[in-house]
């Protein structure tokens, strides 16, 4: 006989016919190995022995016995009003090894770009708007619901998207997602079935981004790339002439910090209309701007042509995993039907929450503070290198939340070894060149100045400072 009771919401199985020697002997040795094998844990209540009974389905003397038997070998221990509990056991400890290999330390700051600073998350903020969401929430939005995401939500950025970013966006044509690599996943599987056979990328971006490009069987080609930026005069014709795709950061180029100029603008757009490719536009950090104007998204020129990424990843957290594809209409379909078919829907209460927070004017009061803050610390950057290090030039900081140091020719791998020795966590800009493209030589620091605390931003600049030639 097998069965299993509930303690304080822990099931535990326990197995009273292995033995075979009558119900009692098995309940007391399966008891035993349960307290022996650490399955009940020392001060544990186990159940009344009448409670017990009626689980197993045995008679409460053979339960009450049993406790018996283990109360007198040292097992369990019974107090009136306390009940039957697990007595308490030394428990031996393995011994240490005789040299234990001492870990790595790692560093004692992160300036690796891409993150922003978590502990300004509006965790007060997000809490009102989640109880207001979820009292609001129909019972029908706790279902499997839409593959695109909850219309809320939906409607909620495609008003936002459209005032902050330029955005033209139908709430039809949106598409929830888990953040932009998951929406880049979809866009390789449908250019794939769609024939394209190649991808351009810019000649400076993320490894992990030309990884599933070539992951969704796109080979990853690099634009040129000059002291303007992104070079799109030269994408090709249709079929084997050219990609079936161009992937691009035109807000914000990362990590070099120049946004795509007008005329580079018109020339790619004009590609995709004359050849039917896909602009893939990454609005990564366009919320985040300081000394120029807003640089409107790309997709504003042709909603028919490109598809925008956005994500709460660098405005919120990217541990929220929620991002957003704003669809041409005929690729919708093809888009939420590869969405359907692996990952149906994301977490519903995050969404609603994300609507709401929007909705409320919370999303633009955090993005405001969030601005600000960052500009302060850009600010301290560039006067602490003035001082300390005028050697090295900040550049591609009028937004964002990270710079590039150009450093002199050379000393790259040096301040790398150095940021390192100084507990930074830093990369040097041939980290995110793609090994294809054709660059002349440039020595730089990639310093990304979200990621500190308001607290641990100044210890970061002290060390940053004392680790740059």
């Known amino acids: 006989m097998a069965g299993s009771w509930a303690t304080f919401g822990v099931d535990l199985h326990v197995d009273v016919a292995r033995t075979g020697s009558g119900l009692r002997r098995g309940l007391t040795d399966a008891l035993r190995e349960a307290v022996r094998g650490g399955r009940l844990a020392p001060g544990v209540r186990l159940p009344s022995s009448r409670s017990l009974a009626a689980d197993l389905g045995i008679a409460r003397n053979t339960v009450a016995d049993a406790y018996a038997d283990l109360v007198a070998e040292g097992w369990l221990t019974a107090r009136q009003g306390s009940g039957t509990r697990v007595a308490q056991r030394d428990v031996p400890v393995p011994a240490a090894p005789a040299r234990r290999p001492r870990s790595p330390r790692g560093p004692a700051y992160d300036l690796v770009p891409g993150t922003p600073d978590l502990a300004s998350f509006p965790r007060a903020e997000w809490l009102k708007a989640y109880r207001r969401a979820l009292t609001a929430a129909p019972n029908d939005a706790l279902g499997y619901g839409d593959p695109r995401g909850r219309v809320e939500l939906r409607t909620a950025l495609a008003g936002y998207l459209a005032r902050a970013r330029g955005v033209r966006a139908d709430p039809e044509h949106i598409l929830i997602c888990s953040g932009f690599v998951h929406g880049l996943i979809l866009l390789g599987e449908v250019l794939r079935r769609r024939g394209a056979r190649t991808l351009a990328v810019e000649s400076y971006g993320l490894d992990v981004h030309w990884d599933l490009i070539e992951r969704a069987g796109l080979a990853s080609v ?62 990564y950090d366009g919320e985040f701007r300081y000394d120029r104007q807003p640089v409107g998204a790309l997709q504003g020129l042709d909603p028919d042509r490109v598809v925008y990424f956005g994500t709460a990843s660098k405005a919120l957290a990217p541990g929220l995993r929620l991002g957003w594809l704003v669809l041409p209409p005929d690729v919708a379909p093809e888009v939420m039907a590869a969405k359907g078919g692996a990952d149906w829907s994301c977490g519903v209460l995050d969404q609603l929450t994300l609507a709401e927070f929007i909705t409320s004017g919370a999303y633009d009061r955090h993005v405001r503070a969030s601005r600000l803050r960052y500009r302060r610390r850009r600010d301290q950057l560039v006067t602490a290198l003035a001082a300390r290090a005028p050697s090295v030039t900040a550049t591609g900081i009028a937004a964002g939340f990270h710079a590039v140091l150009r450093l002199p020719p050379g000393t790259e791998q040096s301040v790398v070894r150095a940021a390192a020795w100084h507990g930074l966590a830093a990369h040097g800009l041939t980290r995110y060149r793609h090994p294809a493209a054709t660059l002349p030589p440039t020595d730089a620091l990639v310093v990304g100045y979200g990621t500190p605390s308001d607290s641990g931003w100044p210890g970061a600049l002290e060390r940053l400072c004392a680790a740059l030639p």
């Not at 070079?231 to 795709?245: A, C, K, N």
């Not at 807000?251 to 020339?267: D, I, K, S, T």
């Open 222 to 283: 690099p634009l040129p790339f000059d002291e303007l930026g992104t070079r799109t005069d030269d994408l090709g014709g249709t079929g084997d002439d050219g990609p079936g795709g161009v992937l691009l950061t035109p807000a914000h180029q990362f990590p070099m910090g120049v946004p795509l100029r007008p005329e580079r603008r018109a020339a790619v757009v004009d590609w995709a209309r004359r050849t039917g490719g896909l602009i893939l536009e990454d609005d």
